[in-house]
């Protein structure tokens, strides 16, 4: 990454610090309690060293720059216009209403401890995109069609999600993405079971054919974009027991976020909870083997 370009995400980081102790009153201090609760792990002095002019890491330098984005968006409804090098609010919709961040920490980002972090349900887009920001080498989500992923990344606004992918391929962390085979016998079993008390179910196969395509229309945009981490889709063909979401599961800091597909309970309410393979070993060790089996043979499909 250039030299100009992590001054540029510099220029931004301080723009909205800036911006934000004008408008809110809020000092560092808030802003980097509110940073971290969008998932962006950085030391205050490392936030001091991008707003002092001192010497900070490329990629760092732009993960602090997309939630801080990310933040001034939610707050005061500005987007940063690189044209004009400062915050505007043009894009800003009729009716919008600031959204103000917590500054309490994320426990369900942090993955300390292994726990229900949500008995409701899948994570929110934030938590997500915080355990995603933490990969250092590799991010792999297996699940059953991957409509969250495909639609996070072409519905929502990129700074919500676009952009943190794009910025950890850009540091080189690779992404492998494993869904089900639609026109697997395995994939019709599985769906006619389900529909028998959830009768949506009866639609899976098609609606898997459809990720499949969003998935190929952001691996053409991101093969574009020619970033040093590598973005692969690969099927498998085995009746699907869970969603596993794993950061850098062969390194000790390993972590897995775990939801079982429970009979007759929609996916997005199954609860979740997050492994660290730190704390856990044995834990982590027992899920991972079971995404190695069902991964073992999955096959590349883009």
């Known amino acids: 990454m250039s030299k100009n370009l992590t001054e540029q995400d510099r220029r931004v980081v301080k723009a909205g610090v800036e911006l934000l102790q004008a408008h809110c009153a809020y000092t560092q201090a808030s802003v980097h309690r509110k940073l971290t609760h969008l998932g962006c792990k950085v030391a205050i002095a490392s936030l001091n060293n991008i707003i002092n002019d001192k010497p900070i ?48 920490q994320q426990a369900e980002a942090s993955g300390s401890s292994c726990s229900i972090i949500r008995p409701e349900g899948r994570l929110s887009i934030n938590d997500k995109v915080g ?50 085979d639609p026109d697997c016998n395995e994939a019709r079993l599985y769906f006619n079971d389900r529909a028998r008390v959830l009768p949506e179910e009866r639609e899976g196969q098609e609606q898997a054919r ?10 053409e945009e991101l093969v574009a974009a020619n970033s040093p981490g590598d973005f692969q889709v690969f099927f498998y063909r085995h009746i699907p027991v869970a969603h596993f979401l794993i950061i850098d599961g062969e390194s000790l800091s390993g972590q897995m976020v775990y939801a079982p597909y429970l009979y007759g309970i929609r996916r997005a309410d199954c609860p979740v909870s997050v492994i660290s393979k730190q704390t856990h070993r044995q834990l982590f060790r027992t899920h991972y083997q079971s995404f190695l089996a069902l991964s073992k043979d999955a096959t590349p499909i883009f």
């Open 57 to 104: 890491g490329a990629p760092l330098a732009r993960k602090v720059r997309l939630s801080m984005e990310k933040l001034v968006w939610h707050e005061l409804g500005r987007q940063w216009n690189t044209s004009k090098q400062q915050f505007l609010s043009d894009e800003r919709p009729l009716g919008w209403q600031p959204d103000v961040v917590s500054e309490a």
């Open 131 to 180: 355990i995603i920001n933490e990969a250092q080498h590799e991010v792999i989500e297996f699940g059953l069609r991957l409509r969250t992923f495909s639609n996070y990344f072409l519905t929502r606004s990129a700074y919500e999600f676009k952009n943190h992918i794009v910025a950890q391929l850009n540091t080189g962390v690779h992404f492998k993405l494993y869904l089900l």
């Open 210 to 219: 459809a990720s499949v395509e969003r998935l190929s229309q952001i691996k």
